[in-house]
């Protein structure tokens, strides 16, 4: 946007402060009768003043009153009735008669809820007509009536209407108190008030004084937005007063014209539209010239509204990726023409040139063409039931009709002037209706297309009033047949897309219309429905399909079918917030389009530039013509390549290279329909005139095109507006109503620092406008697309705001970087359906700015762990766009034959062109800050072992980690979830991802001696995913990893050593069911149960009084076994005995199907009320007190824990040591579940170091599944001397975003007989399963007092440390304890010996 264009823009006038205070005022003086307003129609500025009789201007609210034991009214009022209320109530009502009728109503009544139920009677009809206007909070009541509260004062409530509509005779009301629920009628029926009529209203019609100044600015902007003189001012302003009375004469109400000029569709259901107040609808309706307004901001910085980042959660999300509708996952059944095509299709040996489908009134019409050695063959088809006559005719350009050559007619032709006429014939087919067809071979290609027309009796069938059009110059985009089977994807939308995009590609008009019509068929697909009409429109926009072919539209055409469709997906909108984000991404593909004038005014003002500017032929007469047949968003950038062309002084290669950097090739100018050959030619002496015009233009053209245009958005919704100088400036039509106190100054100000080099500024006031707008997005609202588009503008203008601040943030210290974070993320907030997660990040950057204004010495550790937690955002924000978006852009992408290269990047594309980019590269750029500020180094070493070996870079360890590699194997993996299993022939893996030091893939490397490491720096991981292939020597520290390539010399010699390092053979002992099915804790033995049971047996009665010890019970060693040899279990046994033959001949698929077996057990009675009897003794609760469903539940935990000795990586665990896995038993602790504040992990010796002299632990909130299971993000953790437990050193503060929270409950423990073995890491290989699930909550870190405040952290960290300690002396070696708080007191819930 130009400097000129902004200033013009921000001297029109929006309504001034002081005179909209005037209008909302709430505080006028008290007096004995309503007040009438004295402001006139004086229309402020240059221009137009009208005397005689002054316009009343609603005041929003009346003027209070002066409290009274006996209401009194203006003696001066021509009408004055009085009624009495249940005996000792006055109800007094005034009508004052003017050119706007006032009814003044004052009862004497206190309650606070009084609400007048009304309507009026016009043409001495019964019914109720609803006036168009009426006073603030007004609602519609079911569209019968309205209803408006009274405002109160003292003792008395009053009301004013203003009657403008003269053919209202009379008011009709009912007064309801709504918090007693009581009606007030008059003797049991309604109070009616007859109104004054005026006389010789047919010969003397009165136009209200704000509609004519609408029709004469819609004159005058159809003119060209003309200098007038004073007198032409007056000329016209008298001629749009003479339109509008006529069109009264001609039975026209004022009702009717304010719907007519104000876009308004007053036959809408919707009550929500209609709750408007008189003071809103004041301003949506009045016209006024006004003053420029006095600023509410200051020029350099807004002062922000401090908000309640919780009340901008929004968690409205589509549940599952699947299609709703049926239809996405059951074939539609084929339409006969559809049928007869397909078998058309498989018997045609040569291949289909083109395939289009017109779709008609009881029918449709298939065309294939097919092009085989200098010849062309035409093949119609139809399902009219009619007999068709074809009348058709072949041409060498558009729009021709040419005879065709006598020696290629079809039987049954007959040839008339200039065409043909044939009658089609049935085909012979099976096919359940008859298909009606024509077939013509052509040789040669001198001839480009086939026009026709249909012929039914006397009834010719038009293309919408156009000709039908065959093009077989230019070849369809087509691939493969088989274009998958379209898994997650609404297949069935995307198919019938795939079918109508031959006419959807006609015309925007025909494109926009169509996609309306599928809206309720995406509605019903569910978000997959929506997701495919955004891929569908997204290809439109990036020009992967075509615009227009052969067809003229006009540009109001093409601007009423946006309309209606940007109408249709206004109201999914409303209704369905769980696809607001796709729906928001489908409209900023549209543009807004608008009924009436609005794409007309493309063609009327491309003529006004032509003739003010004495500009007619050339280039500007061809684009005229393209513009009056086919307007698209090219237009938007021809202009503005015009505009830069004489704004460089005529510089013809600035005009090419607008163009080419927007996509517009000298290629696609000449393909157009109505082609642009010329290059712009214009002289000196019409540059100012041009810029002007133009930049007039181009307001007009990004109205329509352009949705998230800012200037034309902001203007659409502050209401149409002119700048410069001259008659109707600063002339407000039409704007929206309800917008916030002082918006207008808030977006002045955006508009006024758009351009500035400093972007902060902007983006303060862009947000800011975007918190003030949110509320309005949420509720249904009659211009509620308006506002949406405006949003669009203002979350556009924030991205590109941030790119083009990059460089003052070059040399910025880390605040200002994490401020400009927290303004990215803040809008991707205010974008995103689910953005519980994002709201905790901006929380996290908050809170990390205080902490670094108030000199906190870990703020840089505590922002590390916000950085982390916002990549994870981005990450699982992409992962859901690639899951919900590109599927089906391969197939759709498939079907219409777009480029490979566009289907690939789809979703990626999307991603850049939203915030996420912006932020994501704002956080790489404070990443290093704070390692360095922090000490954090650019690795965590986790497992510091010196390896040599091959790189290998893989995206995932888990699509490895069953893979044996031959030769030692450093693995570079992008992404390590904590939980896998590192493949045999590796010696170290190097990865981005942020596995917990404790997470069970930290421990295997550890135990199998592999080196393990995370890289903080882009730059260094980048430099080792280049080694692909190459041999690496790693040499890592505690903090740091040194890596050099090497020749296999040195390979060798380590592999050497490593056999020496060799480890020792290990073996199982295989238990037996000793013939109880439940045990006691004090009857745990190496026998029964495994060392997990073990030692928490040991641990009751001997560590401090301060440790809770859970009370247990376990079912020992064998019962599984005892359970499956079972009577009833005899099926579930012999399959589990076919299913593990299936898994020794090496079929791993057999492990998932031996675990669902597993479940089919069922429970032999000794076994329940064995369980029960112990569990009732040892205090604990018994499941099926609380019913049989809640047993149920808990046999099924105990069930998955038994069939996690399949689990895949538990299996392979075993495979790969050698061991025995039939000799694996698995006992079950059971175990009352403790519903965690927060959750730990202690190793008593420092895992990464070696230190036997601290302790190390990592804390989690809630559940500790997050700690040692698959959870993104890294927990709390921390290190504390053993000779100083009361100074724990934290290392890292938690970005996991996820906590694990449940109810009182039973969790089962596996307990098996691998998990003790020295030299084996077999604990975490097997499942513990709570007999509940867990809520999965998304965490809020800046309440959490761990975080927040020091003593209490210091208190827990220091407990759980102190815990570890004594423990370890307790057992006299290392341990790796699980435990968790809860108020306060910690509990120890698992110890085993620390590998």
Same mark, same amino acid.
């Given at each position: 946007?130009?400097?000129?264009?902004?200033?013009?823009?921000?001297?029109?006038?929006?309504?001034?402060?002081?005179?909209?205070?005037? #209008?909302?005022?709430?505080?006028?003086? %008290?007096?004995?009768?309503?007040?009438?307003?004295?402001?006139?129609?004086?229309? *402020?500025?240059?221009?137009?003043?009208?005397?005689?009789?002054?316009?009343?201007?609603?005041?929003?609210?009346?003027?209070?009153?002066?409290?009274?034991?006996?209401?009194?009214?203006?003696?001066?009022?021509?009408?004055?009735?009085?009624?009495?209320?249940?005996?000792?109530?006055?109800?007094?009502?005034?009508?004052?008669?003017?050119?706007?009728?006032?009814?003044?109503?004052?009862?004497?009544?206190?309650?606070?809820?009084?609400?007048?139920?009304?309507?009026?009677?016009?043409?001495?009809?019964?019914?109720?007509?609803? !006036?168009?206007?009426?006073?603030?909070?007004?609602?519609?009541?079911?569209?019968?009536?309205?209803?408006?509260?009274?405002?109160?004062?003292?003792?008395?409530?009053?009301?004013?209407?203003?009657? /403008?509509?003269?053919?209202?005779?009379?008011?009709?009301?009912?007064?309801?108190?709504?918090?007693?629920?009581?009606?007030?009628?008059?003797?049991?029926?309604?109070?009616?008030?007859?109104?004054?009529?005026?006389?010789?209203?047919?010969?003397?019609?009165?136009?209200?004084?704000?509609?004519?100044?609408?029709?004469?600015?819609?004159?005058?902007?159809?003119?060209?937005?003309?200098?007038?003189?004073?007198?032409?001012?007056?000329?016209?302003?008298?001629?749009?007063?003479?339109?509008?009375?006529?069109?009264?004469?001609?039975?026209?109400?004022?009702?009717?014209?304010?719907?007519?000029?104000?876009?308004?569709?007053?036959?809408?259901?919707?009550?929500?539209?209609?709750?408007?107040?008189?003071?809103?609808?004041?301003?949506?309706?009045?016209?006024?010239?006004?003053?420029?307004?006095?600023?509410?901001?200051?020029?350099?910085?807004?002062?922000?509204?401090?908000?309640?980042?919780?009340?901008?959660?929004?968690?409205?999300?589509?549940?599952?990726?699947?299609?709703?509708?049926?239809?996405?996952?059951?074939?539609?059944?084929?339409?006969?023409?559809?049928?007869?095509?397909?078998?058309?299709?498989?018997?045609?040996?040569?291949?289909?040139?083109?395939?289009?489908?017109?779709?008609?009134?009881?029918?449709?019409?298939?065309?294939?063409?097919?092009?085989?050695?200098?010849?062309?063959?035409?093949?119609?088809?139809?399902?009219?039931?009619?007999?068709?006559?074809?009348?058709?005719?072949?041409?060498?350009?558009?729009?021709?009709?040419?005879?065709?050559?006598?020696?290629?007619?079809?039987?049954?032709?007959?040839?008339?002037?200039?065409?043909?006429?044939?009658?089609?014939?049935?085909? !012979?087919?099976?096919?359940?209706? !008859?298909?009606?067809?024509?077939?013509?071979?052509?040789?040669?290609?001198?001839?480009?297309?086939?026009?026709?027309?249909? @012929?039914?009796?006397?009834?010719?069938?038009? $293309?919408?009033?156009?000709?039908?059009?065959?093009?077989?110059?230019?070849?369809?985009?087509?691939?493969?047949?088989?274009?998958?089977?379209?898994?997650?994807?609404?297949?069935?939308?995307?198919?019938?897309?795939?079918?109508?995009?031959?006419?959807?590609?006609?015309?925007?008009?025909?494109?926009?219309?169509?996609?309306?019509?599928?809206?309720?068929?995406?509605?019903?697909?569910?978000?997959?429905? *929506?997701?495919?009409?955004?891929?569908?429109?997204?290809?439109?926009?990036?020009?992967?399909?075509?615009?227009?072919?052969?067809?003229?539209?006009?540009?109001?055409?093409?601007?009423?079918?946006?309309?209606?469709?940007?109408?249709?997906?206004?109201?999914?909108?409303?209704?369905?917030?769980?696809?607001?984000?796709?729906?928001?991404?489908?409209?900023?593909?549209?543009?807004?389009?608008?009924?009436?004038?609005?794409?007309?005014?493309?063609?009327?003002?491309?003529?006004?530039?032509?003739?003010?500017?004495?500009?007619?032929?050339?280039?500007?007469?061809?684009?005229?013509?393209?513009?009056?047949?086919?307007?698209?968003?090219?237009?938007?950038?021809?202009?503005?390549?015009?505009?830069?062309?004489?704004?460089? /002084?005529?510089?013809?290669?600035?005009?090419?290279?607008?163009?080419?950097?927007?996509?517009?090739?000298?290629?696609?100018? #000449?393909?157009?329909?109505?082609?642009?050959?010329?290059?712009?030619?214009?002289?000196?002496?019409?540059?100012?005139?041009?810029?002007?015009?133009?930049?007039?233009?181009?307001?007009?053209? @990004?109205?329509?095109?352009?949705?998230?245009?800012?200037? +034309?958005?902001?203007?659409?919704?502050?209401?149409?507006?002119?700048?410069?100088?001259?008659?109707?400036?600063?002339?407000?039509?039409?704007?929206?109503?309800?917008?916030?106190?002082?918006?207008?100054?808030?977006?002045?100000?955006?508009?006024?620092?758009?351009?500035?080099?400093?972007?902060?500024?902007?983006?303060?006031?862009?947000?800011?406008?975007?918190? =003030?707008?949110?509320?309005?997005?949420? $509720?249904?609202?009659?211009?509620?697309?308006?506002?949406?588009?405006?949003?669009?503008?203002?979350? &556009?203008?924030?991205?590109?705001?941030?790119?083009?601040?990059?460089?003052?943030?070059?040399?910025?210290?880390?605040?200002?970087?994490?401020?400009?974070?927290?303004?990215?993320?803040?809008?991707?907030? #205010?974008? +995103?359906?689910?953005?519980?997660?994002?709201?905790?990040?901006?929380?996290?950057?908050?809170?990390?700015?205080?902490? *670094?204004?108030?000199?906190?010495?870990?703020?840089?550790?505590?922002?590390?762990?916000?950085?982390?937690?916002?990549?994870?955002?981005?990450?699982?924000?992409?992962?859901?766009?690639?899951?919900?978006?590109?599927? &089906?852009?391969?197939?759709?992408?498939?079907?219409?034959?777009?480029?490979?290269?566009?289907?690939?990047?789809?979703?990626?594309?999307?991603?850049?062109?939203?915030?996420?980019?912006?932020?994501?590269?704002?956080?790489?750029?404070?990443?290093?800050?704070?390692?360095?500020?922090?000490?954090?180094?650019?690795?965590?070493?986790?497992?510091?072992?010196?390896?040599?070996?091959?790189?290998?870079?893989?995206?995932?360890?888990?699509?490895?980690?069953?893979?044996?590699?031959?030769?030692?194997?450093?693995?570079?993996?992008?992404?390590?979830?904590?939980?896998?299993?590192?493949?045999?022939?590796?010696?170290?893996?190097?990865?981005?991802?942020?596995?917990?030091?404790?997470?069970?893939? &930290?421990?295997?490397?550890?135990?199998?001696?592999?080196?393990?490491?995370?890289?903080?720096?882009?730059?260094?991981?980048?430099?080792?995913?280049?080694? /692909?292939?190459?041999?690496?020597?790693?040499?890592?520290?505690?903090?740091?990893?040194?890596?050099?390539?090497?020749?296999?010399?040195?390979?060798?010699?380590?592999?050497?050593?490593?056999?020496? /390092?060799?480890?020792?053979?290990?073996?199982?002992?295989?238990?037996?069911?000793?013939?109880?099915?439940?045990?006691?804790?004090?009857?745990?033995?190496?026998?029964?149960?495994?060392?997990?049971?073990?030692?928490?047996?040991?641990?009751?009665?001997?560590?401090?009084?301060?440790?809770?010890?859970?009370?247990?019970?376990?079912?020992?060693?064998?019962?599984?076994?005892?359970?499956?040899?079972?009577? %009833?279990?005899?099926?579930?046994?012999?399959?589990?005995?076919?299913?593990?033959?299936?898994?020794?001949?090496?079929?791993?698929?057999?492990?998932?199907?031996?675990?669902?077996?597993?479940?089919?057990?069922?429970?032999?009675?000794?076994?329940?009320?064995?369980?029960?009897?112990?569990?009732?003794?040892?205090?604990?609760?018994? !499941?099926?007190?609380?019913?049989?469903?809640?047993?149920?539940?808990?046999?099924?935990?105990?069930?998955?824990?038994?069939?996690?000795?399949?689990?895949?990586?538990?299996?392979?665990?075993?495979?790969?040591?050698?061991?025995?896995?039939?000799?694996?038993?698995?006992?079950?602790?059971?175990?009352?579940?403790?519903?965690?504040?927060? %959750?730990?992990?202690?190793?008593?010796?420092?895992?990464?170091?070696?230190?036997?002299?601290?302790?190390?632990? =990592?804390?989690? @909130?809630?559940?500790?599944?997050?700690?040692?299971?698959?959870?993104?993000?890294?927990?709390?953790?921390?290190?504390?001397?053993?000779?100083?437990?009361?100074?724990?050193?934290?290392?890292?503060?938690?970005?996991?975003?996820?906590?694990? *929270?449940?109810?009182?409950?039973?969790?089962?423990?596996?307990?098996?007989?691998?998990?003790?073995?020295?030299?084996?890491?077999?604990?975490? #290989?097997?499942?513990?399963?709570?007999?509940?699930?867990?809520?999965?909550?998304?965490?809020?870190?800046?309440?959490?007092?761990?975080?927040?405040?020091?003593?209490?952290?210091?208190?827990?960290?220091?407990?759980?440390?102190?815990?570890?300690?004594?423990?370890?002396?307790?057992?006299?070696?290392?341990?790796?304890?699980?435990?968790?708080?809860?108020?306060?007191?910690?509990?120890?819930?698992?110890?085993?010996?620390?590998?």
């Amino acid at each position: 946007m130009s400097n000129s264009l902004v200033h013009n823009l921000l001297n029109r006038a929006f309504i001034r402060p002081g005179h909209q205070n005037k #209008l909302n005022s709430s505080s006028l003086p %008290a007096v004995g009768k309503i007040g009438r307003s004295t402001l006139g129609t004086q229309l *402020f500025g240059k221009g137009l003043q009208k005397s005689g009789r002054r316009l009343l201007i609603e005041t929003g609210r009346p003027v209070s009153f002066v409290t009274r034991a006996v209401l009194a009214m203006d003696p001066a009022s021509q009408a004055v009735e009085k009624f009495n209320l249940d005996g000792n109530i006055d109800l007094l009502v005034e009508v004052t008669s003017a050119n706007v009728r006032e009814v003044n109503i004052q009862i004497a009544h206190t309650s606070d809820s009084l609400l007048l139920h009304w309507g009026a009677i016009r043409d001495n009809k019964e019914k109720w007509v609803l !006036p168009s206007r009426s006073p603030d909070r007004t609602i519609n009541y079911k569209n019968r009536a309205l209803r408006t509260p009274f405002v109160k004062s003292g003792g008395n409530s009053y009301l004013k209407l203003e009657i /403008d509509d003269h053919a209202i005779q009379a008011i009709e009301f009912l007064i309801f108190d709504e918090s007693r629920n009581k009606w007030y009628k008059n003797n049991g029926q309604n109070f009616h008030i007859n109104l004054p009529m005026g006389k010789n209203v047919e010969h003397n019609v009165s136009v209200p004084e704000d509609l004519v100044q609408i029709q004469a600015y819609i004159r005058w902007e159809r003119n060209g937005k003309q200098n007038y003189s004073p007198e032409k001012e007056k000329e016209e302003y008298e001629a749009a007063r003479t339109e509008l009375r006529e069109e009264m004469m001609r039975g026209a109400s004022v009702e009717d014209l304010r719907a007519k000029l104000l876009k308004k569709d007053n036959t809408s259901d919707s009550s929500e539209s209609k709750k408007t107040s008189s003071s809103e609808q004041d301003s949506q309706k009045k016209v006024s010239k006004q003053p420029k307004q006095k600023k509410y901001f200051s020029t350099g910085k807004i002062q922000r509204k401090g908000r309640d980042l919780n009340k901008l959660i929004c968690t409205h999300v589509a549940d599952v990726v699947e299609s709703k509708s049926k239809s996405s996952t059951e074939p539609r059944a084929l339409t006969t023409l559809e049928m007869y095509a397909k078998a058309k299709e498989e018997q045609e040996t040569t291949p289909i040139f083109s395939k289009n489908t017109f779709k008609l009134e009881g029918g449709t019409i298939l065309v294939l063409v097919t092009k085989l050695s200098g010849k062309t063959k035409i093949h119609l088809a139809t399902d009219v039931k009619e007999p068709i006559t074809l009348h058709w005719a072949l041409s060498q350009k558009g729009g021709e009709w040419l005879d065709p050559p006598s020696d290629i007619l079809p039987p049954n032709s007959l040839p008339v002037r200039g065409a043909v006429d044939t009658q089609l014939t049935t085909a !012979p087919t099976d096919l359940p209706s !008859p298909v009606q067809t024509f077939e013509v071979e052509i040789v040669g290609d001198s001839y480009k297309g086939m026009p026709f027309v249909l @012929k039914a009796g006397e009834r010719w069938i038009k $293309n919408s009033g156009s000709d039908f059009y065959v093009d077989f110059a230019k070849e369809e985009k087509h691939v493969q047949k088989d274009y998958g089977d379209a898994k997650g994807t609404a297949k069935n939308l995307l198919d019938r897309i795939a079918d109508l995009e031959s006419e959807a590609q006609k015309s925007f008009m025909h494109r926009f219309n169509i996609a309306a019509d599928l809206v309720d068929e995406a509605k019903n697909a569910g978000q997959l429905g *929506f997701a495919g009409i955004l891929v569908w429109m997204r290809f439109m926009a990036t020009r992967q399909l075509v615009w227009n072919k052969n067809y003229n539209v006009k540009p109001r055409e093409i601007s009423r079918a946006q309309d209606r469709l940007t109408d249709v997906l206004q109201e999914v909108y409303a209704s369905y917030p769980e696809y607001r984000e796709l729906l928001r991404m489908i409209m900023s593909t549209v543009g807004r389009g608008g009924e009436g004038d609005v794409g007309q005014r493309i063609r009327d003002e491309i003529l006004v530039i032509q003739r003010n500017n004495d500009c007619a032929g050339g280039m500007m007469e061809e684009w005229h013509q393209k513009l009056h047949n086919n307007t698209s968003p090219d237009d938007v950038v021809i202009c503005q390549a015009l505009m830069d062309y004489v704004k460089s /002084d005529f510089d013809m290669s600035v005009y090419w290279k607008t163009l080419n950097d927007n996509g517009i090739t000298k290629e696609r100018l #000449l393909s157009y329909d109505r082609a642009i050959h010329s290059e712009p030619s214009f002289r000196r002496e019409q540059k100012d005139g041009l810029l002007r015009d133009l930049g007039h233009y181009m307001r007009t053209l @990004k109205a329509v095109h352009s949705g998230a245009d800012l200037e +034309s958005a902001i203007q659409n919704c502050m209401g149409y507006q002119d700048d410069g100088e001259g008659f109707m400036v600063g002339v407000q039509i039409n704007p929206i109503s309800g917008l916030p106190s002082g918006y207008p100054d808030l977006l002045r100000f955006v508009l006024e620092h758009v351009e500035e080099k400093n972007v902060e500024p902007l983006l303060e006031g862009l947000l800011e406008a975007r918190q =003030e707008l949110r509320p309005l997005l949420l $509720n249904s609202h009659d211009r509620l697309k308006d506002l949406l588009f405006l949003d669009l503008a203002l979350d &556009s203008t924030v991205r590109t705001a941030i790119e083009r601040g990059y460089e003052q943030l070059n040399d910025a210290g880390p605040e200002k970087i994490m401020y400009f974070i927290s303004l990215v993320l803040e809008n991707l907030a #205010l974008s +995103s359906d689910d953005n519980e997660d994002l709201i905790y990040c901006l929380k996290g950057w908050q809170f990390a700015l205080n902490m *670094f204004k108030s000199k906190k010495d870990h703020w840089a550790l505590y922002a590390k762990s916000v950085l982390d937690r916002s990549r994870l955002a981005l990450a699982s924000k992409a992962e859901r766009y690639l899951e919900i978006l590109q599927p &089906s852009a391969e197939y759709l992408g498939s079907c219409l034959g777009v480029d490979q290269w566009a289907v690939s990047i789809f979703t990626e594309e999307i991603i850049r062109a939203g915030s996420a980019a912006a932020l994501s590269s704002l956080v790489n750029r404070l990443d290093p800050v704070l390692r360095q500020t922090a000490n954090l180094g650019s690795w965590q070493v986790i497992s510091p072992v010196e390896v040599v070996g091959y790189v290998i870079v893989v995206d995932e360890l888990l699509t490895v980690q069953n893979k044996t590699y031959d030769r030692p194997t450093i693995i570079v993996a992008k992404r390590v979830r904590g939980e896998e299993e590192i493949p045999d022939g590796a010696v170290a893996v190097l990865t981005p991802d942020m596995p917990d030091v404790l997470s069970h893939v &930290s421990v295997r490397a550890r135990n199998g001696k592999i080196c393990f490491a995370t890289c903080f720096d882009s730059g260094i991981l980048s430099d080792l995913q280049a080694m /692909d292939g190459k041999v690496l020597s790693l040499k890592p520290t505690s903090a740091d990893v040194v890596y050099r390539e090497v020749n296999e010399s040195e390979l060798s010699s380590q592999s050497s050593d490593n056999l020496e /390092d060799a480890p020792p053979s290990i073996s199982l002992v295989k238990k037996q069911f000793v013939g109880g099915y439940a045990i006691s804790s004090e009857e745990f033995t190496n026998d029964l149960v495994g060392a997990k049971s073990r030692n928490i047996g040991y641990l009751k009665g001997k560590v401090p009084s301060w440790v809770g010890i859970p009370t247990s019970v376990a079912l020992p060693f064998g019962v599984f076994e005892k359970v499956l040899s079972e009577k %009833a279990n005899q099926a579930v046994s012999e399959k589990l005995q076919v299913l593990k033959k299936s898994l020794d001949e090496g079929d791993q698929g057999a492990l998932g199907e031996i675990r669902k077996t597993v479940l089919g057990l069922v429970a032999p009675a000794e076994l329940v009320e064995e369980l029960k009897s112990t569990m009732k003794s040892s205090d604990m609760p018994w !499941p099926g007190d609380e019913g049989e469903q809640r047993w149920e539940q808990a046999w099924s935990a105990i069930k998955k824990v038994w069939a996690s000795k399949w689990n895949e990586r538990a299996y392979f665990s075993t495979k790969k040591v050698k061991l025995d896995h039939d000799y694996l038993c698995m006992a079950v602790l059971v175990q009352e579940v403790i519903n965690a504040d927060y %959750a730990f992990v202690i190793h008593t010796t420092n895992p990464s170091s070696g230190d036997s002299s601290e302790i190390y632990a =990592e804390v989690v @909130k809630g559940l500790g599944e997050t700690l040692v299971g698959a959870y993104p993000g890294r927990s709390l953790s921390f290190i504390c001397k053993k000779n100083n437990l009361d100074s724990p050193l934290l290392l890292g503060y938690p970005s996991k975003p996820i906590g694990l *929270f449940i109810r009182r409950s039973i969790i089962f423990r596996s307990d098996s007989n691998g998990e003790d073995l020295e030299g084996y890491a077999g604990a975490g #290989l097997y499942d513990s399963v709570p007999m509940d699930e867990e809520d999965k909550v998304v965490l809020d870190y800046t309440t959490d007092p761990l975080i927040s405040d020091e003593s209490f952290q210091k208190k827990i960290l220091s407990d759980i440390a102190r815990a570890g300690d004594a423990i370890e002396r307790l057992y006299g070696t290392p341990q790796d304890i699980e435990g968790v708080i809860r108020d306060g007191k910690l509990y120890v819930v698992q110890t085993r010996p620390q590998v």
